[in-house]
């Protein structure tokens, strides 16, 4: 089993709609989590850190369940500038500062 | 600018041709990165650094160097690139002090696609 997980899409949605992700990880010792964003061969820049209580970021909600073990990212009124690759990270304190990336769920806004 | 530049962003060569990929940060960020990201396996980590003189093997280590003689350079050499080594590379840095001080924001180069033929 992979350490972080995410179904890799790509997921078809139209303008307007509310997507929804999840991670899930395997190691219960995870302590940090980010969603990033990754433009078509681009280099992916941080969306948002993923928090116990859960945060808001306008029409980005992300949250973080620890017992069953996975980070979501809920996006509402879906843009065309939206479509991206999503990347999910965390940090086990397990292997010190080493960061495990999942591979990406793609999404693709259509008008 | 805050930026991480990397060069060159395009490199084609051979097996066996030893190639530097170089890696620079301006934001005095304790933490850098090295990731290759191949299509459907995401971004593997190859090797990270704490600090000045501190480096550690992530993921994917072998058939790679790094060092860390400066906090804002840390290139990647690869002494004798085989074709499994074609991928696109990125260069990330970052503070260190997210939660329980591991590494918060990464902030990613630009990319270096390498073909090894």
């Known amino acids: 089993r992979k350490e972080v997980e995410q179904d890799p899409g790509p997921f078809n949605v139209p303008e307007g709609a509310t997507v929804a992700f999840n991670c899930t990880y395997s190691n219960s010792a995870s302590q940090s989590f980010f969603w990033y964003r990754q433009d078509c061969r681009k280099e992916p820049k941080l969306l948002m850190s993923v928090y116990s209580s859960g945060n808001e970021d306008g029409r980005f909600t992300a949250q973080l369940n620890r017992a069953s073990q996975y980070i979501s990212l809920l996006i509402r009124d879906s843009k065309l500038s939206d479509s991206a690759t999503y990347l999910c990270v965390v940090n086990t304190m397990d292997s010190n500062y080493q960061l495990i990336w999942g591979a990406g769920t793609k999404l693709i806004i259509k008008p | 600018e805050a930026q991480v530049t990397q060069n060159p962003r395009y490199l084609i060569t051979v097996t066996g041709k030893k190639l530097t990929v170089t890696c620079s940060q301006n934001m005095n960020h304790e933490y850098m990165s090295w990731y290759r990201q191949d299509p459907g396996l995401g971004l593997r980590q190859i090797y990270y650094?704490?600090?000045?003189?501190?480096?550690d093997k992530g993921d994917v280590p072998e058939g790679y160097k790094v060092s860390r003689k400066e906090k804002r350079n840390f290139p990647l050499i690869l002494e004798s690139p085989s074709p499994n080594q074609t991928s696109l590379y990125f260069c990330a840095s970052s503070l260190l002090t997210g939660l329980a001080g591991g590494p918060y924001e990464q902030y990613f180069g630009p990319g270096t696609r390498l073909t090894v033929t």
């Open positions: 650094s704490m600090n000045v003189e501190v480096t």
